[in-house]
């Protein structure tokens, strides 16, 4: 009888682990600072109705990471910090092939999912240690690693670099 018991124990462990992986919907932390950025669409994971608000403090708790590069922009390489793409869409339970990126002035760009993998462009909160602000792109601004695969150092990638960045459509 009590190999029933364990076999039983196993089974639920087992569930509770796959049930774990496949994910599911979920409640993400409400912003206490003013709201940055916001995530619509087609994700599972929200802090405000359909949408999942983040503030400064939100987005650099899920994980900081840099890129070094030269920019169309900017005359020498730069120090860029912030969050991983991927990680964001994973953490707003993205369900979509492609991001609709919306800056301050309403300039649009889509992204596909498969750049995330491919490059891992981030959201910059940072450059050369510094927030960004409105007048020098911020206060967010997608940046791709462009010194690393000259296949970025072209229009295409350049259009997908929005700066003032406000909002993500997940489609």
């Not at 690693?145 to 259009?159: A, F, H, M, R, W």
Request: net charge positive.
């Amino acid at each position: 009888m009590n190999w029933v018991k364990q076999f039983i124990v196993g089974i639920c462990l087992f569930v509770g682990l796959l049930a774990g992986s496949v994910g599911h919907a979920g409640q993400l932390d409400k912003p206490k600072g003013k709201v940055i950025l916001r995530v619509d669409g087609k994700i599972t994971n929200t802090n405000n109705g359909s949408v999942a608000e983040f503030d400064r403090q939100g987005l650099e708790a899920l994980g900081m990471t840099s890129i070094t590069t030269k920019t169309p922009w900017h005359n020498n390489a730069i120090k860029f910090e912030g969050v991983s793409l991927q990680k964001l869409m994973e953490v707003v339970g993205a369900q979509g092939t492609s991001v609709k990126v919306i800056a301050l002035n309403d300039y649009v760009a889509p992204i596909p999912f498969d750049d995330f993998k491919r490059f891992d462009p981030i959201i910059a909160l940072k450059r050369d240690g510094e927030y960004m602000t409105v007048r020098d792109k911020g206060p967010l601004f997608i940046v791709y690693p462009y010194d690393k695969d000259l296949q970025l150092q072209n229009q295409t990638y350049y259009t997908r670099s929005v700066w003032q960045l406000r909002k993500l459509t997940v489609e």
